[in-house]
């Protein structure tokens, strides 16, 4: 289970963070995601400046990645 990276748009915070086409996002901060929900849930519990941790499968292969919320992160936030 996970969420499916769709195409990354060239010099987008997702590939600027190493994500590719096909990746598939299973976990964040060590909580499982495996609906758009519950990925929306996390990141609304953070904000512009936090660094998350992304765990992925690439081609069968697990794999982290590092991501630092931009400050434009914050128009984004429902509470905001």
């Given at each position: 289970?996970?969420?499916?990276?769709?195409?990354v748009?060239?010099?987008?915070?997702?590939?600027?963070?190493?994500?590719?086409?096909?990746d598939?996002?299973?976990?964040?901060d060590?909580?499982?995601?495996a609906?758009?929900s519950?990925l929306?849930d996390?990141?609304?519990?953070?904000?512009?400046?936090?660094?998350?941790?992304?765990?992925?499968?690439?081609?069968?292969?697990?794999?982290?990645?590092?991501?630092?919320?931009?400050?434009?992160?914050?128009?984004?936030?429902?509470?905001?």
């Amino acid at each position: 289970d996970g969420l499916q990276v769709g195409p990354v748009a060239e010099n987008s915070l997702g590939f600027r963070s190493g994500f590719g086409r096909g990746d598939l996002i299973v976990g964040v901060d060590g909580q499982n995601v495996a609906t758009e929900s519950a990925l929306i849930d996390i990141l609304g519990r953070h904000q512009a400046g936090d660094r998350l941790e992304f765990d992925i499968v690439r081609r069968g292969t697990p794999d982290r990645l590092i991501v630092k919320l931009p400050e434009s992160f914050a128009a984004l936030r429902r509470d905001a």
